[in-house]
Nanobody, 122 residues
Framework: QVQLVESGGGLVQAGGSLRLSCAASGSIFSINAMGWYRQAPGKQREMVAGITSGGMTVYEEPVKGRFTISGDNAKNTVYLQMNNLKPEDTAVYYC????????????????WGQGTLVTVSS
């Protein structure tokens, strides 16, 4: 069984910073890519940023220049540094892992965390 556990959410004023962490647990052999998504109240879940095991990153336009995704393959952990936060960044942030292979060879196409709430006050 593979689990993703997020941490680091909270309440911050506009212009402030937060750092989210997501750790994958289980008998993991490899993870192809990890990323962050968010879902604001009344809106659909949207991608924020992603990173491959090789270190390639991608960002959605609203967060470019403000958010930085990074990963630690040895710890199966991904981070999201969020700077210059805006009220429109308020959402539940979800961690996602793609193509997770565990010891023994089973593969999980996609795994989601439970989410962590980020609230940005104006």
């Amino acid at each position: 069984q593979v689990q993703l556990v997020e941490s680091g959410g909270g309440l911050v004023q506009a212009g402030g910073s937060l750092r989210l962490s997501c750790a994958a647990s289980g008998s993991i052999f490899s993870i192809n890519a990890m990323g962050w998504y968010r879902q604001a109240p009344g809106k659909q879940r949207e991608m924020v940023a992603g990173i491959t095991s090789g270190g390639m990153t991608v960002y959605e336009e609203p967060v470019k220049g403000r958010f930085t995704i990074s990963g630690d393959n040895a710890k199966n952990t991904v981070y999201l540094q969020m700077n210059n936060l805006k009220p429109e960044d308020t959402a539940v942030y979800y961690c996602n892992a793609v193509r997770v292979v565990v010891v023994g060879g089973d593969e999980y196409p996609e795994v989601w965390g439970q989410g962590t709430l980020v609230t940005v006050s104006s």
